[in-house]
């Protein structure tokens, strides 16, 4: 009996939700006559004209939301929406779609068109005197049109429209259509004065996906409530004109459609590979960013809450996804699950971020507590107040990188102290370059980033930068010595910009070609100073080794 009496119920529910629904939409504040409807066309004819005060808004409120971007502060965006006046445009052209008037579908274009232009110019203005211009998570998530920014762009157009025809009060609608319009419009702005080319083309395409939804949402709205097409005689022109600018319009729309529906079926493939890997381990994906193209799935950034470290996970998600995409997993592990973290494998700072024994007072007690099971605190010393050196060392086969990431780790932990994590002598990254080039690379000026780091940790002045270049068919060239010589310059000038100086220049050109000539496209980097680390030419890596071979 009560399994009849909860469907019963259900439908109960619907029905009255339905009823409520169709209530809202039959408001009696909306036009009923046609009267009411001549007084709110002239109400949107007179929001989408053009004036001084139009403009002086616009200027004012995409200055606002392009400082409000630059410092990524959400409550600065959303006060430039408050005075923005984008709503009337957008209005007069939807009430011109809905009537088949294409008179004042023009004029509010006309009127959008210019207000678009005087916004990206201030925004561009703006950013050009301003001190501060790297890109922000606001800006970045503005630069592409996504499933969720088309559906806030369909809901403002319905709100702004409802509450336009039936002067709803107590609702802002501009800023609802504001949001949809005006960050998009400044972050064109943005990539403009900073020549951002792809970041400009980016915010355009989703300004005009997000026009193209507010209209489509006002036209609906507009015709639920009796707007009907005006009867004019010889409009025929002017129909098809305004077809045709429909269609134009519509052209982002369907190509923001096709990225929409490739990037929603590659994530869910992206979910399903990731939940096969950590299939032995409870797992929580907390941030997953998918880039993917005509070919599927080009790039893959997540962090995975884990009870069980996966060695090799990145390479094993690739593998799951064709092997083609770039992809880069972080694993933080839950208190339960460090016990029964492998020990090998990459990574291995990500052990640092659980541990299930209390921790005590001190800095370096809770730095020991935090790192026991993970690596062995050799020395500690609280040098100066607010600062504390320790030497740490991993499990064998460990990496510069672990090192690296073990001290941002364990610093997240221990905010109220600079710390310092000393790793021992390890081998440095080599240095990949191009064929024949010797211009750095991000890879390059990542990897030496972290040579840096170690040099300033480890307290060394001085390094030995080697060249490397393959040799032709019958043995060195003099072209090759240039590039060789070419390769430890760029590298030598670029340490000692990050502080490393006294750093010695040589080549290291073999008398006979590999068999894979990539294998010596690289600079390798030693320590002066140190028992057993003295520079020597070293030999050949594997290609398999060398990153970027082949390049």
Same mark, same amino acid.
């Given at each position: ?9 259900? &439908? ?9 629904? &169709? ?62 006046? *984008? ?107 900073? !020549? ?49 600018? *429909?269609?134009?319009?519509? *052209? ?55 009870? !069980? ?97 073990? =001290? ?10 600079? *710390? ?35 040099? &300033? ?43 490393? &100086? ?12 590999? =068999? ?19 520079? =020597? ?15």
């Amino acid at each position: 009996m009560f399994e009849s009496f909860v469907p019963l119920r259900l &439908r109960a529910l619907v029905r009255l939700g339905w009823k409520r629904l &169709r209530e809202a939409l039959d408001n009696r504040a909306a036009p009923h006559t046609d009267a009411e409807r001549l007084q709110i066309e002239a109400e949107v004819a007179e929001g989408a004209r053009i004036s001084n005060g139009y403009f002086a808004l616009l200027f004012c409120s995409c200055g606002i939301a392009a400082l409000g971007l630059l410092q990524s502060s959400a409550a600065v965006v959303i006060g430039a929406m408050l005075i923005s006046p *984008l709503m009337g445009p957008i209005m007069g052209m939807g009430m011109g779609v809905a009537r088949l008037d294409a008179r004042a579908f023009e004029r509010a274009a006309v009127s959008l068109a210019l207000g678009a232009a005087v916004s990206v110019a201030a925004s561009a203005l703006i950013v050009f005197a301003s001190p501060l211009r790297d890109v922000t998570p606001e800006i970045l998530a503005r630069t592409r049109p996504t499933l969720l920014d088309l559906i806030v762009a369909i809901l403002s157009g319905i709100v702004g429209a409802y509450v336009l025809i039936t002067k709803r009060p107590g609702v802002v609608a501009g800023v609802a259509i504001a949001t949809a319009l005006m960050p998009p419009l400044a972050v064109v702005g943005y990539g403009v004065a900073t !020549r951002a080319w792809g970041v400009a083309g980016g915010a355009l395409l989703l300004f005009l996906t997000n026009v193209v939804a507010i209209l489509g949402a006002v036209v609906a709205v507009a015709r639920r409530y009796g707007f009907t097409p005006v009867i004019r005689r010889r409009r025929r022109w002017e129909e098809i004109a305004l077809v045709a600018t *429909l269609l134009l319009l519509s *052209l982002p729309l369907a190509v923001s459609l096709r990225d929409i529906v490739v990037e929603a079926r590659e994530t869910a493939r992206v979910r399903n590979a990731i939940q096969q890997v950590f299939a032995t381990s409870d797992q929580h994906i907390t941030d997953l960013q998918v880039r993917a193209g005509g070919g599927g799935v080009e790039e893959v950034r997540a962090v995975i809450v884990t009870s !069980r470290f996966q060695r090799q996970a990145d390479a094993r998600i690739a593998e799951a996804l064709g092997g083609r995409p770039n992809v880069q997993i972080e694993q933080i592990l839950t208190a339960d699950g460090l016990p029964q973290a492998d020990p090998a494998g990459g990574a291995l700072a990500n052990r640092a971020l659980a541990t299930s024994r209390p921790l005590r007072s001190t800095p370096e007690q809770r730095l020991r507590d935090m790192l026991g099971g993970v690596a062995t605190v050799e020395a500690a010393v609280a040098s100066e107040p607010g600062r504390l050196t320790a030497a740490v060392r991993l499990e064998d086969g460990a990496t510069l990188s672990d090192y690296a990431a073990l =001290e941002a780790a364990a610093q997240r932990f221990l905010p109220e102290v600079r *710390l310092e994590l000393t790793p021992p002598f390890v081998d440095l990254p080599l240095i990949p370059f191009e064929e024949g080039r010797s211009t750095l690379s991000d890879s390059a000026e990542r990897r030496l980033d972290l040579i840096a780091w170690a040099f &300033r940790r480890w307290n060394i002045p001085a390094a030995q930068v080697i060249g490397s270049a393959s040799p032709g068919p019958r043995g060195p060239r003099p072209r090759d010595a240039r590039v060789a010589a070419a390769r430890a310059q760029a590298v030598a000038e670029r340490l000692e910009a990050m502080g490393v &100086r006294g750093v010695e220049i040589t080549t290291n050109i073999p008398d006979v070609a590999p =068999e894979d000539p990539s294998v010596l496209w690289y600079a390798a980097v030693r320590p002066l100073g140190v028992p057993g680390q003295d520079a =020597e030419p070293p030999p050949p890596p594997p290609a398999a080794a060398q990153p970027g071979a082949g390049a």
